[in-house]
Protein backbone atom coordinates (compact mmCIF):
# COMPACT_ATOMS: atom_id res chain seq x y z
CA UNK A 1 0.00 0.00 0.00
CA UNK A 2 1.78 2.90 -1.01
CA UNK A 3 0.55 6.76 0.83
CA UNK A 4 -1.43 7.39 -2.14
CA UNK A 5 -4.41 4.53 -1.68
CA UNK A 6 -3.36 3.92 2.08
CA UNK A 7 -6.92 4.36 2.79
CA UNK A 8 -8.46 2.83 -0.18
CA UNK A 9 -11.58 1.02 0.21
CA UNK A 10 -12.98 3.13 3.54
CA UNK A 11 -15.85 4.24 4.17
CA UNK A 12 -15.95 7.08 6.69
CA UNK A 13 -18.31 9.88 7.95
CA UNK A 14 -17.18 12.61 9.04
CA UNK A 15 -19.35 14.58 11.59
CA UNK A 16 -18.57 18.23 10.94
CA UNK A 17 -20.70 21.60 10.80
CA UNK A 18 -17.43 24.00 9.93
CA UNK A 19 -17.15 23.85 5.80
CA UNK A 20 -14.10 24.71 5.91
CA UNK A 21 -12.79 21.99 8.09
CA UNK A 22 -14.89 19.73 6.51
CA UNK A 23 -13.33 20.56 2.73
CA UNK A 24 -9.90 20.13 4.56
CA UNK A 25 -10.56 16.88 5.84
CA UNK A 26 -12.45 15.56 2.92
CA UNK A 27 -9.69 16.21 0.92
CA UNK A 28 -7.30 14.34 2.54
CA UNK A 29 -9.48 12.22 2.96
CA UNK A 30 -10.19 11.60 -0.94
CA UNK A 31 -6.35 12.00 -1.46
CA UNK A 32 -6.06 8.81 0.32
CA UNK A 33 -8.75 7.15 -1.50
CA UNK A 34 -11.32 6.68 1.28
CA UNK A 35 -15.13 7.45 0.77
CA UNK A 36 -16.49 10.42 2.43
CA UNK A 37 -19.94 11.34 3.77
CA UNK A 38 -20.26 14.35 5.75
CA UNK A 39 -22.58 15.01 8.47
CA UNK A 40 -23.36 18.99 9.38
CA UNK A 41 -24.33 17.37 13.01
CA UNK A 42 -24.95 15.07 15.64
CA UNK A 43 -28.33 13.81 14.22
CA UNK A 44 -27.41 13.16 10.79
CA UNK A 45 -24.43 11.32 11.99
CA UNK A 46 -26.37 8.75 13.60
CA UNK A 47 -28.67 9.04 10.43
CA UNK A 48 -25.76 7.91 8.08
CA UNK A 49 -24.48 5.54 10.69
CA UNK A 50 -28.26 3.94 10.70
CA UNK A 51 -28.09 3.63 7.12
CA UNK A 52 -25.12 2.52 5.73
CA UNK A 53 -21.22 1.11 7.21
CA UNK A 54 -18.32 3.04 8.11
CA UNK A 55 -15.05 1.86 8.99
CA UNK A 56 -14.88 4.88 11.29
CA UNK A 57 -16.32 8.15 11.84
CA UNK A 58 -14.22 11.67 12.58
CA UNK A 59 -16.48 13.68 15.45
CA UNK A 60 -16.24 17.06 15.75
CA UNK A 61 -16.74 18.06 19.09
CA UNK A 62 -18.52 21.54 18.59
CA UNK A 63 -21.58 20.81 16.64
CA UNK A 64 -24.92 22.50 16.99
CA UNK A 65 -27.54 20.74 18.40
CA UNK A 66 -26.69 17.16 19.18
CA UNK A 67 -22.77 17.71 19.68
CA UNK A 68 -19.94 15.12 19.58
CA UNK A 69 -19.70 14.50 23.16
CA UNK A 70 -23.87 13.13 22.99
CA UNK A 71 -23.74 11.60 19.47
CA UNK A 72 -20.54 9.30 20.76
CA UNK A 73 -22.31 8.26 23.24
CA UNK A 74 -25.47 7.43 21.67
CA UNK A 75 -23.86 5.64 19.10
CA UNK A 76 -22.30 3.33 21.99
CA UNK A 77 -25.77 3.15 24.40
CA UNK A 78 -28.40 3.35 21.81
CA UNK A 79 -26.80 1.61 18.79
CA UNK A 80 -25.06 -0.56 20.72
CA UNK A 81 -22.06 0.19 17.42
CA UNK A 82 -18.08 -0.18 18.42
CA UNK A 83 -16.99 1.73 15.53
CA UNK A 84 -13.92 3.43 16.07
CA UNK A 85 -14.95 7.41 16.49
CA UNK A 86 -12.04 10.10 16.43
CA UNK A 87 -13.19 13.40 18.06
CA UNK A 88 -11.99 16.65 16.22
CA UNK A 89 -10.83 19.78 18.27
CA UNK A 90 -9.05 22.75 18.40
CA UNK A 91 -9.06 21.99 22.39
CA UNK A 92 -6.45 18.75 23.42
CA UNK A 93 -5.73 19.72 27.30
CA UNK A 94 -4.46 16.29 28.49
CA UNK A 95 -7.25 16.39 31.52
CA UNK A 96 -10.60 16.50 29.06
CA UNK A 97 -9.01 13.17 27.36
CA UNK A 98 -11.11 11.19 29.78
CA UNK A 99 -14.32 13.24 28.39
CA UNK A 100 -13.38 11.79 24.78
CA UNK A 101 -12.82 8.38 26.05
CA UNK A 102 -16.08 8.42 29.15
CA UNK A 103 -18.08 9.61 25.66
CA UNK A 104 -17.41 6.80 24.16
CA UNK A 105 -14.39 7.90 21.61
CA UNK A 106 -11.00 6.52 20.76
CA UNK A 107 -9.03 8.87 20.28
CA UNK A 108 -8.81 12.80 19.44
CA UNK A 109 -6.87 14.07 17.06
CA UNK A 110 -6.20 18.33 17.18
CA UNK A 111 -7.36 20.63 13.87
CA UNK A 112 -5.77 21.56 11.62
CA UNK A 113 -5.37 17.94 10.95
CA UNK A 114 -2.21 16.75 9.94
CA UNK A 115 -2.71 14.68 6.86
CA UNK A 116 -0.26 11.75 7.57
CA UNK A 117 -1.00 11.63 11.23
CA UNK A 118 -4.81 11.69 11.01
CA UNK A 119 -4.57 8.55 8.12
CA UNK A 120 -2.13 6.56 10.42
CA UNK A 121 -4.65 6.94 13.23
CA UNK A 122 -7.66 5.72 11.03
CA UNK A 123 -5.92 2.81 9.75
CA UNK A 124 -4.13 1.53 13.54
CA UNK A 125 -7.66 2.06 14.59
CA UNK A 126 -9.63 0.09 12.06
CA UNK A 127 -7.14 -2.52 12.52
CA UNK A 128 -7.67 -2.86 15.61
CA UNK A 129 -11.29 -2.77 15.56
CA UNK A 130 -11.29 -5.56 13.15
CA UNK A 131 -9.41 -8.17 15.81
Do not use: W
Request: hydrophobic share 45%; aromatic share 4%; proline share 2%.
Amino acid sequence: MNNITMLEGMNILVAEDDKLNQKIINFILLKKGATVKTAMNGAEAIELLANDNFDVVLMDLQMPGMGGYATASHIRKNMQNNIPIIALTADTFAHQTDEYLDAGMNACISKPVEALGLCNLIITLTKENKN
